[in-house]
């Protein structure tokens, strides 16, 4: 039966208009976005598909073009709608973090940071360069490594945090591996870090370790010392 058949409090679309967004199940969000199903299944019917197939939404939302073509009736299209997606969540996010400083709602710094490399299957380092209340500047990704292994130079983002007249910096890099155990390397890493940065009276202010599902902080686990 297409969604047209169905009754109107059914359908998706309608029923986020008459309860709102947070009303929906995953499938029927995904339907709103995909509009149209395929031969033999409607919107929503395609929307569980894809949920099946790739674990969930953020498995969906981040497949590449090539995985998703593979799917019975996704293209190039619908890559292009989740990636505009994804990219709005994390610039309104980015909007949060600019208007207040990062440690004042650091639920929304995890968000964004799980929303930028949480899910990326190689390792990702980036910064986030902040004012003199901590409020975002700018975020940069400073390198891209294997599944294993990423290299980050504490020069390059000392020169970023001088470019971008930074008083502070908030370090980050993602475990595709999922787990949130540093590595010896990790915390030799910080110390660098720290050490490069208060040279050029720069706030080390934290070095976060993301997955798709969670982040740990060196400062909250006493890893950091100001």
Known sequence: MSIKDWATGERPREKLLQR?????SDAELLA???RVGTQGMSAVDLARS???N???LGGVMHASADELSQHKGMGLAAYAQFATVL???RRVLSEELRQQPVFNNPQVAGDFLRLRIGRER???SMALFLDTQNR???CEELSRGTVAENIAYPR???RLALQHHAAAVLFAHNHPSGSLKPSPEDFAFTQRLQAALALLDIVLLDHVIVTATATVSFVKQGWLKS
Do not use: K, T
């Open 122 to 124: 190689v390792e990702v």
């Open 20 to 24: 709102g967004a947070n009303a929906l």
């Open 32 to 34: 709103i976005l995909l």
């Open 50 to 52: 894809l949920l099946d």
């Open 54 to 56: 790739y674990g969930g």
């Open 156 to 158: 390059e983002v000392a």
């Open 136 to 138: 975002l500047i700018a």
């Open 87 to 89: 990219e709005i969540g």
